[in-house]
């Protein structure tokens, strides 16, 4: 399994399963027999774009494709440096 298709899968387990929508990859790394997709997501559009409320997640991911869970691991506004 290629890496954007870890990536999607962890994209799309986490509109399922939060109800958000346009989530972007920002880091992916793996360990022992788990990958770690870093996934940004508007949680709380507001009217300033620059103030949306993002959510960073940790998705975790098996080497076939299962995804394992997930965790909120940080907020942040669109404005703010990472």
């Known amino acids: 399994m290629e890496i954007k298709d870890i990536v999607e899968i962890a994209k799309a387990g986490l509109i399922q399963l939060t109800g958000f929508s346009s989530p972007t990859a920002i880091g992916i790394n793996k360990e022992a027999d788990i990958w770690h997709i870093n996934v940004e997501i508007t949680e709380k559009p507001s009217e300033a774009a620059n103030l ?31």
């Open 52 to 82: 949306d409320l993002l959510g960073i997640y940790d998705v975790r991911v098996d080497l076939l494709g299962n995804l394992l869970g997930y965790e909120r691991i940080r907020m942040r506004k669109r404005c703010e440096k990472e």
